[in-house]
C-alpha cells in the first residue's frame, strides 16, 4: 500500500443515468404536463361543474320558459343553440342539464360506494358461507348490464329525478362491492393485520384503522372512473321516457323530444348530444388519468 492511495480521497460516486433516474425525473414532473389530456379534460369537466353551479347566472332563459313565437327557431343571435317544439331556449337547458347530469352522476356514485363498501366489507371480512352468499347475489347483479338494473328499479321506485339517483345507485353497487372485496382480502393478511389481532385488538378498531384506510382510496379511483357511467345511464333513462320527466332539462330527454325533428330541425337533438358526449369524454380521461396515476395496482403494472 503506497502513501498515495492512502493520502488520496476516494472519489465521490455518481448515480448512473438509467431508467431509475429518468423515472424518478418524470415522476416530479407534474401531471398536467405528462398528460396533456387529462388536462384538457379536467378543464372541460371544470367549466361543465361551474356551468351547473352558476347557471342561473349564466344561463340566458328561464329553461323550463315556452314561447309560442319562438317555436323551432335555429341559432340565432337571440338563442345560440336555437329553441325547441316548445320555444325553449336549447342553451339555457344544455347548462340546466349540465346540473341534473352532474347531481344524478355524483350522487347515485356516491349510494353505489356506500353499498359496495358495506357489502364488501361484509363479504372479505367474515369469510365462509356468508361471503359465498353476498358474492352469489353480487354476481347475479354483475350478470345484467346497469341499465336494466335501473329500469327494474325505476318500475319499483317510479320516475323522478330523486328516483333515478336511487335506482342507477343501486345498479352500480355490484362493481363497489367486488373492488372492495378484492381489497379487504388483500389486506386482511398482511404482517399489521395479523399483529393487531394477536395483540387482542377489538375488530371495530382493526377496520377503522387498518383496514378502511386500504380500502378507502381504491373505492375513491373508482367512484371517479364510475360517474360518467351513472350519468350515461341516467341520460338512457330519461331518452327510453322512464326517467326524468318534463319538463325537466335532461339532456336525455332533450335527445329523445328532439328525435322526431331531426330531419328539419336537428339542433335539438344535436346540441344536448354534444354536450352530453363531450362531458363523458372528458370524465372518462380524468378517470382513467386518475386510476393510472395513483391506483397502486395499476402503477405496479405499468
Request: proline residues 7%; charged residues 15%.
Amino acid at each position: 500500500m503506497t502513501m498515495d492511495s492512502i493520502g488520496t480521497p476516494a472519489p465521490a460516486t455518481v448515480p448512473p443515468a438509467g431508467p431509475n433516474g429518468q423515472r424518478s425525473g418524470r415522476a416530479r414532473r407534474s401531471i398536467f404536463l405528462r398528460r396533456p389530456y387529462f388536462t384538457a379534460a379536467l378543464i372541460v369537466s371544470v367549466l361543465y361543474v361551474a356551468a351547473a353551479i352558476f347557471a342561473p347566472l349564466v344561463a340566458p332563459y328561464n329553461p323550463v320558459a315556452q314561447s309560442i313565437d319562438a317555436m323551432m327557431q335555429g341559432p340565432t343571435a337571440t338563442h345560440l343553440l336555437g329553441t325547441d317544439s316548445y320555444g325553449q331556449d336549447i342553451l339555457s337547458r344544455v347548462i340546466y342539464g349540465a346540473r341534473y347530469a352532474l347531481i344524478i352522476g355524483i350522487f347515485s356514485v356516491l349510494i353505489g360506494a356506500a353499498g359496495g363498501l358495506i357489502i364488501g366489507l361484509a363479504a372479505g371480512l367474515s369469510g365462509g358461507w356468508v361471503e359465498w352468499l353476498l358474492m352469489r347475489v353480487i354476481d347475479a347483479i354483475l350478470a345484467l348490464p346497469s341499465l336494466i338494473l335501473a329500469v327494474a328499479f325505476i318500475a319499483i321506485l317510479g320516475q323522478g329525478v330523486d328516483k333515478v339517483v336511487i335506482a342507477v345507485g343501486l345498479s352500480l353497487i355490484g362493481p363497489f362491492a367486488r373492488t372492495v372485496r378484492a381489497d379487504v382480502i388483500r389486506v386482511r393478511v398482511q404482517g399489521f393485520v395479523e399483529a393487531a389481532r394477536l395483540m387482542s385488538i377489538p375488530s371495530a378498531h382493526v377496520i377503522r384503522r387498518h383496514i378502511l384506510p386500504n380500502v378507502a382510496f381504491p373505492l375513491v379511483v373508482q367512484v371517479t372512473i364510475r360517474i360518467s357511467e351513472a350519468i350515461l345511464v341516467s341520460s338512457s333513462l330519461s331518452f327510453l321516457g322512464i326517467g326524468v320527466t318534463p319538463p325537466t332539462p335532461d339532456w336525455g330527454l332533450m335527445i329523445a323530444e328532439g328525435r322526431d325533428f331531426v330531419s328539419f330541425a336537428p339542433w335539438m337533438s344535436a346540441m344536448p348530444g354534444f354536450a352530453l358526449a363531450l362531458l363523458l369524454i372528458a370524465l372518462s380521461i380524468v378517470g382513467d388519468a386518475i386510476r393510472e396515476e395513483f391506483d397502486p395496482k395499476s402503477r405496479r403494472g405499468a
